[in-house]
């Protein structure tokens, strides 16, 4: 009987807040020259309501007002009406595609790595090494 009495105790533990606490993964950092995802429809269609919005309702400071309203307004709209936001949607989509295309070649090449761009081989000690090298020679020419 013990050992019930056991277990249900590590079970309470497990089920407290902060069990586990140092086991947290760390996620890879995220690339700031990665492209970004293009916009839906709907959000092509929300950054103009957004506007036309802030012009008829000037003292509004109230962003889920804007987003209710956005929302309302997309779901009362017909297929026709929402035709140029989505044909926008798909322009956009297709430009990122061709941009994380050639993002992705680049990270497949290694030349989007911080640490060798605008470096050769050399290291920075050998590159100091050659221009005392050239300096030297510069001054037994002009004796």
């Known amino acids: 009987m013990a050992k019930k009495a056991d277990s249900t105790v590590n079970d309470n533990r497990l089920k407290r807040k902060g069990a586990g606490v140092g086991r947290k993964r760390r996620r890879a950092a995220k690339d700031p020259n990665k492209p970004k995802r293009p ?34 307004e997309w779901r009362s709209m017909s297929d ?6 989505v044909a926008q949607a798909q322009k956009k989509k297709a430009e990122y595609e061709k941009t994380i ?6 990270l497949a090449a290694g030349l989007n790595s911080e640490e060798g761009e605008g470096e050769s081989d050399k290291s920075k000690s050998e590159v100091n090494d050659d221009e005392n090298d050239d300096k030297e020679e510069e001054e037994e020419e002009a004796e």
């Open 39 to 72: 916009p839906s429809a709907f959000f092509v269609f929300m950054s103009e309501f957004r506007e036309q919005y802030k012009k008829e309702h000037p003292d509004n400071k109230s962003v889920t007002a804007v987003g209710k309203a956005g929302g309302n």
């Open 80 to 85: 026709a009406d929402k035709a140029p936001y």
């Open 101 to 106: 295309k050639a993002y992705n070649m680049r």
